[in-house]
C-alpha cells in the first residue's frame, strides 16, 4: 500500500521533498500558497527541464497552516465547482519536487535575506489581502466594514476571530457591484439550512440560522453597464427560493444617467453587459412576491456619509450620473437608507513585504514581466513577483496561470543572481529549514495539514454535514496538526 504524501512508509510523518544531502539544478522559494504561488510551483517543475535549467526545487512558504489561499478563504460556500480548484491545487503539491512549509510569516520569522541566502530565485505571491477604503464620515464605526472581513469570516479564515459579525440587524448595504458584492449578498439572502451540506464552520452556521437579516441593498456608485460582475452570478442571486430581488427600472435608463452615450455603446457591443441588463431588466418588471428576504440592486448612487453615534444606524447616498467628459459626479439629490450594517466591497489591495520594493500608489510590486525592478527601474536579480501582487486584483482565479507562467519564463531566462550562466549549485546555499531550526521555528508540514484535512473530514462525518467542516480559529488548527501554535500565527 502506498503511503500517503507526506508520510513515510512506516507511518511517521515525514519531511517532504529531496534531502537536504542532495544537490539539485534550481532551488526556488515561493511566499503564498494561493492559485497564483502554486500555479508558479506547477510551472517551475513543468519547464525547469525543457528551459536546461536542471531539476528544481520549489518550498512553497505560507503564513497560514493551511494552503490554497483565496480557494480555500475566499470563494463563496456554495460555489463547489469554484471551489474544486483545490483538487487540482493538490496535485502540485503533492508533487515531490515541491515541499510545503507553513506557518511562516514573512518579516518575522524569516526576511527577504533568509530566502535569497537559501534560494537561487524567490517569487513573492502574497496577493491582495487588504481592501481599499470609502473614505467618508462615519466609516469607522461599528458595523462599518469590508466585505472582505465578511467574506473571511463565513469562509473560516483563522484571522477572522470567533466573535464573527452581528447578523442580528434588519438591513445592510452592500457597497459594490463585483463579484464579491454579489457573494455577501446571497450569503446574507439564503436560509442557513441551505449551507449544512457545505464546509462553512459550525460557530458561521449557527449564525447564519440566527440572522435577522431581510433587507439586503446593493449599491452600485456607476451604472449595470460598468458593473464588474458576471452573468452567471447575476443570475444565481436570482435563483434563491426564499429571496426575491429588486431592480428599479429608472436605474435601467442608461441615456438619463450618461450623456456620453457609452453606456449605450458597451450594452451593445458588449455581451455580458448585455446580458447583465437582460437580466437586471427581467427583476424590474417582476411584481414583489413578499418573499422572507429582499435584495434591492440600485445603481447611479454614491455613499457619502454612515450615519451613526455608538454604531451605524443609516447610509447617506448622493444620486450620481456621468458628465460630459465620461467623469462621475454628484447630482446634489439625497437620500437617506436605514441600515444597521455597512460592507464595503469597493476593490482589494495588496500589502508591502518588508525589504520589497512596493508601489504605494498602485500597490503592487515594480516588475517587468514578473522581475521585481528596484528604486532605479532595473531588475532586482533572483527576485520575482506573480498573481495579484504583480498585476493588481484583476482577472479571475484561472487567471493567475498564464500570469505564473509569464514570470516562469523569465525566472529560467535569467542567469543566476551571482552572474553565472547556470545557477549556483544548491548543495552550497544553507537549507531554510535549517535556519529556522536555529530560531527554535518548525514550520507547519504538508503532513500537518494533511491531518487538519482529516480533522475537518471527520468533523462533517460527526455532525452529519457534507464532505468537510472548517475547523474554526487558530487553537483549532494547532490542535489539529498536533505541534502546537504554527510560526506564523497570530
Known sequence: ?????????????????????????????????????????????????????????????????????????????????????????????????????????????????HLLTCYDAVVYATGAPGDRRLRIPGEELPGSAAAAEFVRWYCGHPDAGPAGFDLGVESVAVIGTGNVALDVARVLARPAVDFRATDVPEPVLAALAASRVRRIHLVGRRGPAQARFTTRELRALGALPAGEVVVDRADLDLDAFDPTGESTRLAREDRRVRDNLAVLAQWADRVPEGRPRRVTVGFWQQPVEILGTDRVRALRLERTGLDASG????????????????????????????????????????????????????????????????????????????????????????????????????????????????????????????????????????????????????????????????????
Not at 532551488?27 to 494561493?34: C, H, Q
Not at 505560507?62 to 465547482?81: C, I, K, M
Not at 487540482?88 to 515531490?96: G, I, N, Q, S, W
Request: glycine share 14%; charged share 25%.
Open 1 to 113: 500500500m502506498v503511503p500517503p504524501p507526506g508520510t513515510a512508509a512506516g507511518g511517521s510523518a515525514a519531511v517532504r521533498g529531496p534531502s537536504a544531502a542532495a544537490p539539485t539544478g534550481l532551488r526556488v522559494a515561493v511566499v503564498g500558497s494561493g492559485p497564483a504561488g502554486l500555479y508558479t510551483a506547477e510551472a517551475l517543475v513543468k519547464q525547469a527541464g525543457a528551459a536546461g535549467r536542471g531539476e528544481v526545487e520549489v518550498d512553497v512558504l505560507e503564513r497560514l497552516p493551511t494552503p490554497y489561499g483565496l480557494v480555500r478563504y475566499g470563494v463563496a460556500p456554495d460555489h463547489p465547482s469554484i471551489r474544486s480548484i483545490a483538487d487540482y491545487l493538490r496535485r502540485v503539491l503533492e508533487d515531490p519536487r515541491v515541499r510545503f512549509l507553513g506557518g511562516l510569516c514573512f518579516g518575522r520569522d524569516l526576511t527577504r535575506e
Open 327 to 490: 467623469r462621475l459626479v454628484g447630482t446634489g439629490r439625497y437620500r437617506t437608507l436605514p441600515v444597521q450594517l455597512v460592507l464595503r466591497s469597493v476593490g482589494y489591495r495588496s500589502a508591502p513585504l518588508p525589504g520589497v520594493p512596493f508601489d504605494e500608489r498602485r500597490a503592487v510590486v515594480p516588475n517587468d514581466e514578473g522581475r521585481v525592478l528596484g528604486p532605479d527601474g532595473r531588475a532586482r536579480p533572483g527576485e520575482y513577483v506573480v498573481g495579484w501582487l504583480k498585476r493588481g486584483p484583476t482577472g479571475v482565479i484561472g487567471s493567475n496561470k498564464s500570469d505564473a507562467a509569464q514570470t516562469v519564463r523569465a525566472l529560467l531566462a535569467d542567469p543566476a543572481p551571482d552572474g553565472a550562466a547556470a545557477p549556483r549549485g544548491a548543495g552550497a546555499r544553507p537549507r531554510l529549514t535549517e535556519l529556522l531550526a536555529e530560531r527554535g521555528v518548525r514550520p507547519v508540514s504538508y503532513a500537518d495539514w494533511l491531518a487538519i484535512d482529516r480533522r475537518e473530514q471527520a468533523l462533517a462525518a460527526e455532525l452529519g454535514r457534507g464532505a468537510r467542516v472548517k475547523l474554526s480559529g487558530w487553537a483549532a488548527l494547532d490542535g489539529a496538526h498536533g505541534h502546537g501554535p504554527a510560526a506564523g500565527g497570530r
